[in-house]
């Protein structure tokens, strides 16, 4: 069988504070194919970001990987020197932010922030270069790119911004594109556009992308696989049809459930899930989502369940995954 695009094995990175271990991400196993697209959802908080910059390199003290693997073409990244990862950063795995700000540098032009990715990446000449940057540019519907080239970043509305951000981020073909939150801080008629464009030129280059959000109604169209995390861990996963038709873990169907419906009474109300995500300092002993679950057992307090294994079909991190109902009555008899 051929080896994932990216392999996550067991990765733990800690943010070690005078306060204790903030166990951000804490035992998450996954991969990713190429050309897949993969929805990562999760509560802020929950170790979707940290897991991006893990992957991305980009993890400062008191931040540190403590544990596990990141297989991207047969490398560990983890082990990888910064030299050797500056290489792969931005060429082979590229990150765009909620904020584009973060991206661009407001001192540069966005043409020499783009011909110096090129050069430096790519070898080309600045000649060369400078065709490309107004070629891709072109891709994400800048109006008169050679033109703008020659822009500053504050000359961009915010929905051009990010539509530059996206530029960028494939301007050298990456095999792997993280998409954090990429739309937010768009207003609503951006959004779906911007996705849909970032989406369709990744799927042009073969790229996969790994988008994360916290909603997870909002990812059903775009992905093809869906990871849900929760206080550090992956509690479920899975192809996204039969994760939304039969979430299996009581927070999925509890993130699922508070998601607004068109079709559904006015007078309903909203769901929420009770409680509040607990520290990842010192999470609950047993089962992390015990103390908000209305199926929890003594079974759950004890002992935590098995975490995704990051192969197969869908999975659920639950001792009581298939089965929920029945153990509700047990639990409540
Ligand atoms: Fe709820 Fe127990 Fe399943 Fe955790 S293991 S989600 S507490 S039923």
Not at 250 to 262: H, I, N
Request: a negative charge; aromatic letters at 4%.
């Amino acid at each position: 069988m051929a080896e994932p695009l990216l392999d996550v094995r067991d990765l733990r990175t800690y943010f070690l504070t005078d306060g204790g271990d903030v166990r951000a991400v804490d035992g998450v196993s996954f991969s990713m194919e190429r050309g897949e697209r993969l929805g990562v959802v999760g509560e802020s908080g929950s170790g979707k970001s940290v897991t991006a910059s893990s992957i991305m390199g980009l993890i400062e003290p008191p931040g540190a990987i403590v544990g596990g693997e990141i297989r991207f073409h047969g490398h560990d990244l983890v082990t990888l020197p910064e030299r050797e990862m500056r290489k792969i950063r931005g060429k082979e795995i590229a990150i765009i932010f909620q904020d584009p700000m973060t991206a661009l540098d407001p001192v540069f032009t966005i043409g020499s922030q783009m011909i110096e990715t090129l050069k430096i990446h790519r070898g080309m000449s600045k000649k060369e270069a400078r065709v490309v940057a107004i070629d891709t540019l072109g891709d994400v519907h800048i109006p008169r790119p050679e033109q703008r080239l020659d822009d500053y970043p504050h000359q961009f509305s915010g929905g051009m911004r990010q539509r530059v951000v996206i530029a960028m981020a494939l301007l050298c073909d990456p095999d792997l594109l993280i998409a954090d939150e990429p739309t937010t801080a768009l207003d609503v008629t951006s959004q779906a556009q911007v996705m849909d464009l970032m989406l369709g030129l990744a799927d042009d280059r073969g790229t996969a992308v790994m988008l994360i959000t916290h909603d997870l109604g909002g990812v059903a169209g775009f992905c093809q696989n869906v990871q849900v995390m929760y206080a550090g861990e992956i509690i479920e996963r899975g192809p996204a049809g039969p994760l939304y038709q039969q979430p299996e873990h009581p927070y999925t169907r509890g993130l699922l459930e508070s998601v607004p419906r068109l079709d559904a009474d006015a007078q309903d109300r909203l769901h929420s899930i009770r409680g509040s995500a607990p520290s990842t300092t010192t999470p609950p002993q047993g089962c992390r989502f015990w103390p908000r679950c209305d199926y929890a057992t003594d079974v759950c307090v004890a002992n935590s369940p098995d975490p995704c294994s990051g192969r197969g079909a869908q999975e659920c991190a639950c001792h009581f995954a298939g089965d929920l109902q029945s153990n509700h009555e047990v639990a409540e008899a």
